[in-house]
């Protein structure tokens, strides 16, 4: 028989019966209903929300975006390296202040200030993959106890008071550098800055991971250690590569959150772990590693600010915000595998 | 006739790109044991997976004692009474040998279900004293050779007591000695009314062991024969479709200079103070049993296990190599025994087989994809990887297709120095061809290359030079064509 003459006519019964012969494919059907429904109800509650098409609530998403999808992708780069990084929070609230109070307390420029914060991300990253490689230590574990200390520093060294405060003698400055305002709030013609630098750290991730040796070395060391070990590639230098990137981007997403926030403090950034890592799923990358890209970081992060503005709007009560989350990233998941199980 | 037991029709089966099974019919009656063959690609696995419950059918039906079945998980196939040994070895490394052989059959004490060790170690030697096999049921699998760990997906296979066992090349990693056994394994089963279905790349298995064979090509059946009528020459031509030719085109090469040199190379316990040279454009082969120190001593060469004692000459200047990144700097290239420490499942065909060489792939640290992928086409031609695309991800290629891609992986490396461990393990009778005219081509580039293998047949007619090993030393040299198969077989047992 022809096979051409033998299809029937899409949307038919007789189409509609052939689609749901198999097992397989009552599968794939599933899988599309629950995500256009997904996306459906997503779609509603966006459009329904009070003032989300306005200009302002935009703005004020634009300005809330930047760090998570920064420090998404840092956790993109160490989780396709088939490691989790739990210290993203803490480096983020740690660099941040130490930006702040080289400013206030230590009279440093501002300049220095920043690079200072910087440069300290990027030391604690590499004492991270230091610690798992030459220590032998999961990356779970390493990573939980960084978040622990170096939040911990972060405490010290603010004696656990937003900076600046009014409550310390020490202070030279009682105000945050413009510069660093401007990189938390400023715009460029109406587009917040922040968000800029935030694209641009996506084209440069994506450019790594994609076009460039050291992206490869990452996507091997992720997918199959021992193959990657056996094709030449230097698996301790790579992975304390990759946590010293991931180091300087959560510096970068602190300093950036001090600007916005006119402060900074050593507690902030708590729920960025969690977020991030769920941006990361939510974007397809596999949590085993080996697999995955930055765009589709990016998109979890614009899914996970949607999602918390949209609950805001419709003034769910924070908590109950929690519990939408967490059902959404558990949904994104189990999609995620039904689909690596039974195909598009 | 009788009614058979196992009855397939028209079973089909299609993959994004690929008709991996069009319409393929198939009986297999009590006692019978049906070999399955085709070259690399053609739907063996997926046909005997299908049967197995690991993956499902688009199409076709299936009668097991003229009763229609549609399986649905491997579970439920052995419920039906059907086990099988994948290609893919599926055994977990973390667990001992005895817990994988009754993996989810764990036998259960009386009070409190908690598992009985000692009677599961005392079944699971008895199904290995049955293959007449010694190995450690408490060692880890992670600790086992590749041959021991087929032994060991041999063993829980024949333990399930299923009527039906589908083996899916159960014999790729097994020494002569092991396969002898096995046969006899597999006729002693028979006896005991079992029915078989055998898929192996090594033709010359066939009359050993089958009753009647079914080939396919492209995922269609080209025909069914009873064995008598099926010799080597024709099952070739059936699978490939047109005659191949010499089995081992070998070229004379010319001999340059010495390329490594192997000084009293030791592992304490282990390898016994090995010495070799090998010269460009010179393959040596090394031949021995399973458990023979071959692929301890590559791995000792490589960087990845350390030596204890020893020195090792690259081109006449002594090399320190402590990691396998070190080899590869130094001119080595090294195809592993088990392919699975050689490729990234999830990534696609070309930056599987620039991963070594990946330098020569980059400008100013960015990868030039095109060359990249010009690289691999040129290698899928070469090698005939059977795929529907270039970038297609490794995990969705047949097995003896990801086999080509980790060889090809290595022929691109350029190294000066290439071991081989089991090059043509798995891979079709053409392509097995092809792969010696490329070891050829390359060793006619300068290449020394050191080729180890249990396939006597391709250590005779592809090496220059012949060292045997056993029991880490190696035992005895032959230049070649001085040495016959009875003569390795020999020196192997002498010193045993
Ligand atoms: N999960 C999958 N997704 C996509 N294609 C697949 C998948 N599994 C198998 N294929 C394709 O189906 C075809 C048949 O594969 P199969 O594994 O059955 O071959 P085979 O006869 O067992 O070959 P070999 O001798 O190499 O083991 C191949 O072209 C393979 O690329
Ligand atoms: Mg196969």
Same mark, same amino acid.
């Given at each position: 028989?022809?096979?051409?003459?033998?299809?029937?006519?899409?949307?038919?019964?007789?189409?509609?019966?052939?689609?749901?012969?198999?097992?397989?494919?009552?599968?794939?059907?599933?899988?599309?209903?629950?995500?256009?429904?997904?996306?459906?109800?997503?779609?509603?509650?966006?459009?329904?929300?009070?003032?989300?098409?306005?200009?302002?609530?935009?703005?004020?998403?634009?300005?809330?975006?930047?760090?998570?999808?920064?420090?998404?992708?840092?956790?993109?780069?160490?989780?396709?390296?088939?490691?989790?990084?739990?210290?993203?929070?803490?480096?983020?609230?740690?660099?941040?202040?130490?930006?702040?109070?080289?400013?206030?307390?230590?009279?440093?420029?501002?300049?220095?200030?920043?690079?200072?914060?910087?440069?300290?991300?990027?030391?604690?990253?590499?004492?991270?993959?230091?610690?798992?490689?030459?220590?032998?230590?999961?990356?779970?574990?390493?990573?939980?106890?960084?978040?622990?200390?170096?939040?911990?520093?972060?405490?010290?060294?603010?004696?656990?008071?937003?900076?600046?405060?009014?409550?310390?003698?020490?202070?030279?400055?009682?105000?945050?550098?413009?510069?660093?305002?401007?990189?938390?709030?400023?715009?460029?013609?109406?587009?917040?800055?922040?968000?800029?630098?935030?694209?641009?750290?996506?084209?440069?991730?994506?450019?790594?991971?994609?076009?460039?040796?050291?992206?490869?070395?990452?996507?091997?060391?992720?997918?199959?250690?021992?193959?990657?070990?056996?094709?030449?590639?230097?698996?301790?230098?790579?992975?304390?590569?990759?946590?010293?990137?991931?180091?300087?981007?959560?510096?970068?997403?602190?300093?950036?959150?001090?600007?916005?926030?006119?402060?900074?403090?050593?507690?902030?950034?708590?729920?960025?772990?969690?977020?991030?890592?769920?941006?990361?799923?939510?974007?397809?990358?596999?949590?085993?590693?080996?697999?995955?890209?930055?765009?589709?970081?990016?998109?979890?992060?614009?899914?996970?600010?949607?999602?918390?503005n949209i609950l805001n709007l419709h003034n769910v009560q924070d908590f109950a915000q929690d519990v939408f989350q967490g059902v959404v990233i558990i949904g994104v998941v189990i999609i995620d595998q039904l689909r690596r199980r039974y195909g598009r | 006739m009788s009614l058979p037991v196992l009855k397939v029709e028209g079973l089909d089966k299609s993959y994004p790109g690929v008709h991996a099974l069009d319409h393929v019919d198939l009986d297999l009656y009590e006692m019978e044991v049906h070999g399955l063959l085709g070259e690399n690609g053609a739907g063996?696995?997926t046909f005997m997976k299908i049967l197995s419950g690991s993956v499902l059918k688009d199409g076709g039906r299936i009668f097991i004692h003229g009763q229609e079945v549609n399986i649905a998980n491997p579970q439920h196939a052995r419920q039906l009474g059907i086990g099988m040994v994948y290609q893919e070895l599926s055994l977990i490394p973390e667990l001992t040998v005895a817990e994988n052989i009754f993996l989810g059959r764990w036998p259960r004490r009386k009070i409190f279900g908690g598992i009985d060790w000692p009677q599961l170690v005392a079944r699971a030697k008895d199904a290995l004293d049955k293959l007449g096999v010694s190995i450690n049921v408490k060692e880890r699998v992670s600790n086992l050779g590749i041959g021991e760990r087929q032994l060991t997906e041999i063993a829980r296979a024949i333990s399930m007591n299923v009527k039906i066992i589908l083996f899916d090349e159960p014999s790729s990693a097994l020494s002569d000695e092991e396969r002898e056994r096995f046969f006899y394994m597999i006729h002693a089963l028979k006896e005991t009314g079992v029915s078989i279905i055998?898929?192996?790349?090594?033709?010359?298995?066939?009359?050993?062991?089958?009753?009647?064979?079914?080939?396919?090509?492209?995922?269609?059946?080209?025909?069914?024969?009873?064995?008598?009528?099926?010799?080597?020459?024709?099952?070739?031509?059936?699978?490939?479709?047109?005659?191949?030719?010499?089995?081992?085109?070998?070229?004379?090469?010319?001999?340059?200079?010495?390329?490594?040199?192997?000084?009293?190379?030791?592992? %304490?316990?282990?390898?016994?103070? #090995?010495?070799?040279? @090998?010269? =460009?454009?010179? +393959?040596?082969?090394?031949?021995? $049993?399973?458990?023979?120190?071959?692929?301890?001593?590559?791995?000792?060469?490589?960087?990845?296990?350390?030596?204890?004692?020893?020195?090792?000459?690259?081109?006449?200047?002594?090399?320190?190599?402590?990691?396998?990144?070190?080899?590869?700097?130094?001119?080595?290239? %090294?195809?592993?025994?088990?392919? #699975?420490?050689?490729? @990234?499942? =999830?990534?696609? +065909?070309?930056?599987?087989?620039? $991963?070594?060489?990946?330098?020569?792939?980059?400008?100013?640290?960015?990868?030039?994809?095109?060359?990249?992928?010009?690289?691999?086409?040129?290698?899928?031609?070469?090698?005939?990887?059977?795929?529907?695309?270039?970038?297609?991800?490794?995990?969705?290629?047949?097995?003896?297709?990801?086999?080509?891609?980790?060889?090809?992986?290595?022929?691109?490396?350029?190294?000066?120095?290439?071991?081989?461990?089991?090059?043509?393990?798995?891979?079709?009778?053409?392509?097995?061809?092809?792969?010696?005219?490329?070891?050829?081509?390359?060793?006619?580039?300068?290449?020394?290359?050191?080729?180890?293998?249990?396939?006597?047949?391709?250590?005779?007619?592809?090496?220059?030079?012949?060292?045997?090993?056993?029991?880490?030393?190696?035992?005895?040299?032959?230049?070649?064509?001085?040495?016959?198969?009875?003569?390795?077989?020999?020196?192997?047992?002498?010193?045993?």
């Open positions: 028989m022809d096979k051409q003459s033998s299809r029937p006519k899409v949307f038919s019964l007789e189409w509609l019966k052939s689609q749901v012969a198999t097992r397989q494919q009552r599968a794939r059907l599933l899988i599309k209903t629950i995500i256009v429904a997904m996306g459906g109800v997503f779609c509603y509650a966006v459009l329904i929300a009070p003032g989300f098409l306005t200009i302002g609530n935009g703005i004020n998403m634009a300005q809330r975006m930047p760090s998570i999808i920064i420090v998404a992708v840092a956790q993109t780069l160490v989780i396709i390296g088939a490691g989790i990084d739990l210290s993203v929070g803490a480096v983020m609230a740690f660099c941040g202040s130490l930006t702040a109070v080289a400013f206030c307390y230590w009279g440093i420029p501002v300049w220095v200030a920043i690079l200072l914060g910087l440069l300290s991300g990027v030391t604690i990253g590499s004492i991270t993959g230091l610690i798992i490689t030459k220590g032998r230590i999961p990356d779970f574990i390493a990573t939980l106890g960084m978040m622990v200390t170096v939040r911990g520093i972060a405490l010290i060294l603010t004696k656990g008071l937003p900076v600046p405060s009014h409550f310390t003698v020490v202070r030279l400055r009682a105000y945050l550098p413009p510069q660093v305002i401007w990189l938390g709030s400023g715009r460029i013609l109406g587009i917040p800055a922040s968000l800029i630098i935030a694209i641009a750290i996506v084209v440069v991730g994506w450019l790594v991971l994609n076009h460039t040796a050291l992206g490869r070395s990452i996507f091997a060391i992720g997918g199959n250690k021992p193959a990657a070990i056996l094709s030449g590639i230097n698996f301790d230098f790579t992975k304390i590569k990759i946590y010293a990137i991931s180091g300087l981007l959560c510096a970068l997403a602190g300093i950036i959150l001090i600007g916005r926030m006119n402060s900074a403090n050593a507690l902030m950034a708590g729920e960025i772990n969690l977020q991030s890592i769920a941006a990361v799923i939510i974007g397809g990358t596999n949590l085993f590693g080996g697999q995955g890209g930055v765009i589709g970081s990016l998109f979890g992060a614009g899914v996970l600010s949607v999602l918390s | 063996k696995s055998y898929v192996s790349h090594r033709l010359s298995e066939a009359p050993r062991v089958c009753d009647r064979v079914t080939v396919l090509r492209d995922g269609k059946k080209i025909d069914t024969l009873p064995m008598d009528r099926a010799d080597e020459e024709t099952l070739i031509r059936m699978m490939v479709g047109r005659d191949v030719g010499e089995k081992f085109p070998k070229d004379e090469t010319k001999e340059g200079k010495e390329v490594l040199r192997v000084k009293d190379l030791t592992i %304490y316990g282990r390898l016994h103070h #090995l010495e070799l040279t @090998l010269h =460009q454009g010179e +393959i040596l082969g090394i031949f021995g $049993l399973m458990g023979a120190g071959r692929t301890e001593f590559a791995r000792a060469l490589f960087g990845i296990d350390r030596i204890d004692e020893g020195k090792i000459f690259i081109e006449g200047r002594r090399v320190g190599i402590s990691s396998p990144k070190d080899a590869i700097e130094a001119g080595l290239g %090294y195809l592993t025994e088990d392919k #699975l420490d050689g490729l @990234l499942m =999830q990534m696609t +065909i070309p930056p599987n087989i620039t $991963l070594p060489s990946l330098r020569r792939f980059c400008k100013f640290g960015f990868i030039k994809h095109n060359d990249e992928k010009e690289t691999a086409k040129g290698y899928i031609e070469d090698l005939g990887i059977h795929t529907p695309r270039v970038a297609q991800k490794i995990e969705f290629l047949s097995g003896g297709n990801q086999q080509k891609v980790a060889l090809a992986k290595w022929l691109c490396s350029q190294s000066k120095i290439l071991i081989l461990d089991e090059p043509t393990r798995g891979i079709d009778v053409g392509s097995k061809i092809e792969v010696y005219r490329l070891i050829n081509e390359l060793s006619k580039g300068g290449a020394g290359i050191i080729l180890i293998s249990s396939e006597l047949p391709e250590v005779l007619n592809m090496a220059d030079r012949i060292l045997v090993m056993s029991d880490g030393s190696f035992v005895a040299a032959y230049n070649r064509g001085e040495a016959s198969q009875e003569d390795l077989l020999r020196s192997v047992v002498a010193k045993k």
